[in-house]
């Protein structure tokens, strides 16, 4: 990993004078399932949901290790597991595609709004009978003249409930394969489109989560992003920005965490001395100390090979892969650590127990990813 620069390390000093608010009354909103939109425009505020974007549209112009690095400093400082993953949702599920995809006329009328944090984007990808694999999409989108007409249905949407902007990912060739299918950007409250109430679920409970239905959806074909049967391509960019975003995220999780089982350990103490001072203890922390390492230098290298241009395909999986498998096994530690403590509510271990284990379903599952990079070795 490269050294961090002054600039790069004031943006994400930045953030520090905002963390406060965003953990105030968490443990209340994880209890209710809210999703705080003050919270989401006080991220706005501090600059986080312009920092990719090209600044004629309000961004801040930055590279992606850069953008990566800010949102590392967002999960160290930000409790708020949920938002911290919403955050994440808003900026690669539709600003990044709008940015390498869409027209002029799309930058222009929904950049400048995406960066400000004025809108809430959300993605329609997954369905109810193809998760992982995301090629067997049923939904349709026909054309009729100016127009598509999208039928079908979504699952797993998430900022769905709380969304003003979605890109919702649908098939216009029945051929099988990568080239039938279509990103096109729908707004909330387009007749036919109906968004589903928030579904309960275990962890990141403050982002809101819905299924998404489309009835005779009918879409200008200026809203396609990209190009029509481009959809694949969109589809694989957005997949790679979310899984180095979403994952540095949690390597800045994993750090806090780390830190806050060193002060434990230290000043916990059981028959007569520290708990730190026993080696079950300890490697425990070692152990979790290697993850995050390790974590970060995957995601940061990976990230550094992709701006370069390099294939990354093997790389994004591995970094994946390691991320959200370290971040469960660190959060199963802390617990241990924190024994009868960390099963409470009070010390917010067991949330971050609860929040990790999305990591290894969500942007492709842990056997999808040993899948591809078991093809990629030719087997």
């Known amino acids: 990993m490269a050294d961090w620069t002054a600039e790069q390390r004031a943006l994400r000093d930045g953030l520090v004078p905002w963390l406060e608010k965003l953990n105030a009354g968490l443990r209340e909103r994880d209890a209710a399932a809210s999703f705080s939109y003050d919270n989401f425009r006080t991220v706005a505020a501090a600059g986080v949901l312009g920092l990719p974007f090209e600044e004629k549209w309000g961004g801040l112009g930055q590279s992606l290790p850069t953008t990566m690095y800010v949102l590392e400093a967002l999960g160290e400082g930000c409790r708020d597991a949920g938002l911290n993953f919403s955050v994440c949702t808003h900026l690669v599920s539709t600003g990044v595609p709008l ?212 294939n990354v395909t093997r790389d994004i999986a591995m970094a994946k892969l390691v991320t959200s498998e370290a971040n469960v096994a660190s959060a199963l530690a802390a617990v241990q650590i924190f024994g009868g403590n960390g099963y409470l509510t009070e010390y917010g271990i067991e949330a971050e127990l609860r929040n990790s284990v999305a990591s290894t379903i969500y942007s492709g599952t842990s056997e999808i990813q040993r899948n591809r990079i078991a093809a990629l070795l030719g087997l």
């Not at 699952?155 to 060739?173: E, H, K, M, Q, W």
């Not at 989560?209 to 990209?226: I, N, Q, T």
Request: hydrophobic share 40%; aromatic share 8%.
């Open 99 to 310: 940015q390498r995809f869409g027209s002029e006329a799309l930058k222009r009328r929904w950049l400048p709004r995406i960066c400000s944090g004025e809108l809430i984007g959300a993605h329609a990808i997954s369905e109810p009978d193809s998760g992982s694999d995301a090629l067997a999409m049923r939904t349709r989108a026909v054309r009729d003249g100016d127009d598509f007409v999208l039928s079908g249905s979504k699952a797993f949407v998430s900022n769905g409930p709380v969304a003003d902007l979605i890109t919702v990912y649908a098939r216009t060739d029945d051929r099988p394969g990568p080239l039938g299918v279509t990103a096109f950007l729908l707004e909330r409250g387009t007749p036919g489109l109906e968004i589903g109430a928030p579904v309960a679920k275990m962890g990141l409970r403050t982002s809101p989560l819905c299924e998404l239905y489309l009835d005779d959806c009918r879409v200008p074909a200026s809203r396609v992003v990209g190009r029509v049967g481009g959809g694949f391509l969109v589809l694989d960019h957005v997949m790679r920005w979310e899984i180095l975003c979403s994952f540095v995220i949690n390597a800045g999780e994993m750090r806090h965490r780390v830190d806050r089982c060193v002060e434990y350990a230290r000043t916990r103490a059981q028959f007569g001395r520290p708990i730190g001072q026993y080696q079950a203890v300890s490697h425990r922390i070692v152990d979790m100390e290697i993850g995050v390492e390790t974590a970060r230098r995957w995601l940061y290298g990976t990230a550094e090979r992709m701006a370069a241009g390099a």
